[in-house]
Nanobody
Framework: QVQLVESGGGLVQAGGSLRLSCAAS?????????LGWFRQAPGKEREFVTA????????RYADSVKGRFTISRDNAKNTLYLQMNSLKPEDTAVYYC?????????????????WGRGTQVTVSS
């Protein structure tokens, strides 16, 4: 199995940027076909943010982040990234990375096999 550790969260003003990282140890990233980012705001359900396949040729974004967030992965470094630009207060949440073995894309949490513990992102207005 793989252990996932997110980093890069913090407090930022609206309009600012953050770059999240998700480092993997144990079983390497390349064995997981899809990696994703999810987020959960206080009092809300966890929601899909974005996902990427092994080669980076397939990506999917939630409508709420399309055009502002960019997912990428470096299989050699066993690291997943999320570049977040033009942040809004409604982006405030705990962000989680997740790994999926299946070759098909999934946009629900139930489709992912392993999860990190999350990193807090807070966007002030």
């Amino acid at each position: 199995q793989v252990q996932l550790v997110e980093s890069g969260g913090g407090l930022v003003q609206a309009g600012g940027s953050l770059r999240l990282s998700c480092a993997a140890s144990g079983r390497t990233f390349s064995t997981y076909n899809f990696l994703g980012w999810f987020r959960q705001a206080p009092g809300k359900e966890r929601e899909f943010v974005t996902a990427i396949n092994w080669s980076g040729s397939v990506t999917r974004y939630a409508d709420s982040v399309k055009g502002r967030f960019t997912i990428s992965r470096d299989n050699a470094k066993n690291t997943l990234y999320l570049q977040m630009n033009s942040l809004k207060p409604e982006d405030t949440a705990v962000y989680y990375c997740a790994a999926r073995s299946s070759v098909s894309l999934a946009v629900t949490g139930a489709g992912y096999d392993y999860w990190g513990r999350g990193t807090q992102v807070t966007v002030s207005s």
